[in-house]
């Protein structure tokens, strides 16, 4: 069946760094736009990131401007596995992690997630010292 499989996730101090991985299963993860979201107890859930299918050779990247010049967003198909390195976290940063997928394309705007599917269990993300 169709998964997703978040993981990465941890106790990190300010400054640090986590690499995060979604781990893909039951489906041709080539074809497909993988999304990281992120959810803070009490706020809504926020699109972090966003990679487009692989399978035309155009990969296209979206950041959230809260975050753009610390992550990077990346596949390796051939590990049906998308990552999310992290770097100079922040105590805003904390969250849970999740990773869910889109048929090819990553929405132009502001995502909740409606326009997502198959969604991971999540991991945690804490930053503090």
């Known amino acids: 069946q169709v998964q997703l499989v978040e993981s990465g996730g941890g106790l990190v101090q300010p400054g640090g760094s986590l690499r995060l991985s979604c781990a893909a299963s039951?489906?041709?993860?080539?074809?497909?736009?993988i999304g990281w979201f992120r959810q803070a107890p009490g706020k809504e859930r926020d699109l972090v990131s966003c990679i487009s299918s692989s399978d035309t050779g155009d990969v296209k990247t979206h950041y959230t401007d809260s975050m753009k010049g610390r992550i990077t967003i990346s596949r390796d198909d051939t590990k049906s596995t998308v990552f999310l390195q992290m770097n100079s976290l922040k105590a805003e940063d904390a969250a849970v992690y999740y990773c869910a997928r889109r048929w090819r394309s990553c929405p132009t705007g502001i995502s909740r997630g409606a326009d997502f599917g198959s969604w991971g269990p999540g991991t945690q993300v804490t930053v503090s010292s």
């Open positions: 039951g489906f041709n993860l080539g074809l497909w736009a």
